[in-house]
């Protein structure tokens, strides 16, 4: 059964940095894509913000590239997330899940960005 932990998340002024961690448990994490999602406030729908593809590639949503990079350790089963220049507007719980077949969501870690 695929679980998903994510950790890294905190406090921090605008302009810092973070560094966001996804474990997987299950098998298949090697061969699939995944991502980082965010949902703010409690109840909306999740926005998928960061994807890594198998062969490597990302694709980032508008509002966070040049600012967030994700990235993968297959042999660790764990998916990154460098979060550098965050934003007040980055404040959210983040999650990671992959994208083709969502499956039950972690607990999330929060992100709270002060100005």
């Known amino acids: 059964q695929v679980r998903l932990v994510e950790s890294g998340g905190g406090l921090v002024q605008a302009g810092g940095s973070l560094r966001l961690s996804c474990a997987a448990s299950g098998s298949g994490f090697s061969i699939r894509r995944i991502g980082w999602y965010r949902q703010t406030p409690p109840g909306n729908q999740r926005e998928l913000v960061a994807t890594i593809y198998v062969s490597g590639r990302t694709d980032y949503t508008d509002s966070v590239k040049g600012r967030l990079v994700i990235s993968r350790d297959n042999g660790k089963k764990t998916v990154y997330l460098q979060m550098n220049s965050l934003k007040p507007e980055d404040t959210a719980v983040y999650y990671c899940?992959?994208?083709?077949?969502?499956?039950?969501w972690g607990q999330g870690t929060q992100v709270t960005v002060s100005a």
């Open positions: 899940n992959y994208p083709l077949q969502v499956g039950s």
